[in-house]
């Protein structure tokens, strides 16, 4: 066998490829995994938004904040008015 | 199917066809792997993080600056340097048998510059080696081995060109012991 055969028949044995015929089921796997996962953070993400906001003790100090914020910018502008 | 109607039936939530492309791209990409990484142990590991991530990163390709080929090959170069940086590096005397995968009617003089080619090959830089691969082994365009490799045309055939000048020195160096 000459060197330039050789050479090409080594090029054309390290283009040879045995994948596990599973393969694309287990890639097909992972990503029905990944994609269910993802899913349940969300539904959790939204759980935990309705909880939250359902909550009348949430409701309670978010509506305190609220009035706290507004009443400060009213003294605020009251405040400049006076001083001009 | 045409790719990109692939890719949009997959990004609107038929994630089955995602099978599809990965039956595409499954032998190039774990070939690709196994040639860049050396390592024909973990290669289908590190394909199938391959594939996750492109599932994942897919709503990010963008079909007006490059083929869907050239966007995963280029996830595959960057999780096989990755898988690299994390392996300790081989000496070259610890470099994996390939003899299993070779046609025993091979002659053992064929058998002896294989080994010799193979271990020319790894010992390549690696920007070297991952360019002639994709030249030589992939059969990809200049064109789209420097996209992959975020590199000019005229870097890639250099590298390809010093790659295979490497490799014939290995013939050269075989003929004159024969």
Redesign the interface.
Known sequence: MKSQDIYNAWKENNRQIDIAKDFTDSVMDQIHRHRKYRMISLLDLQRFIEVFFHNPITQAVLLTAGAIAGLARIALVFSMLSAV | MQELELIRRILDGQ??F??FI??RY??PV??MI??VTCDSVSC?DI??DV??AA??KLASFDPARSSFSTWLFTITRNKSINAMKKKRPLLLGQLPD?VS???PS??A??NE??DR??KKLQALPSKQRRAFILA??EGLPYEQIAQIEGTKIGTVKSRINRAKEN?KSA?KS??REI
């Open positions: 994630i089955e995602f099978r990965v039956e499954e032998r774990v070939r196994r040639n289908e394909a199938q594939f996750l599932y994942r390939k995968r070779r046609d091979y002659e003089a064929a510059m294989f080619l193979d030589e082994f490799l013939i075989f003929e």
